[in-house]
């Protein structure tokens, strides 16, 4: 079997939650995790999106962070039907993908359809510029998980808030 693409990183661990101010807490005061940098992304601030074929709107809260090289990404579903509460009604809270960074979503995507996988969910233009983009590829039956393609912005908007704030990081010594 010819490989989608050869992986050389890992470079995003996505996990679902219910409640993400309660999750970044968890993550900060447990396991020292943080800061992190929370967006609500759905529209305006991604003004196209694609779920299951469609195009179509869904809403959901983000937290990344970074834990070495690897980001981390937790994700609240807050409206609209998405890949993200379908995982919360069949699996709970938990990991839901793993994300790998490339140069052209459109490139890449292609490839994936080339050899037989399918978005199952999308989002772009999220960046300052209006670049940036996800999409999610239906592999859990051959892999377990989703593999979510994203293409980062040149430049992020800046986040709607942090956590924890900046003088409890410093406190902390992190």
Partial sequence: MHSLFPLKNINQIGLIVRDLDAAVRRYWEMLGIGPWKVYTYGPPLVPSMTYRGKVQSYQMRLAFTQVGHLQLELIQPLSGDSIYTEHLERNGEGM?????????LDDAISEATRQG???IQSGRG???WGDGGYAYLDTEEALGMILELIEVPRERVPPEMEFPPAQEVRRRGS
Wanted: hydrophobic share 40%.
């Fill in 96 to 104: 839901h993908h793993v994300g790998v960074f490339v140069a052209s």
């Fill in 117 to 119: 996988y399918r978005v």
């Fill in 126 to 128: 999220h960046g300052r």
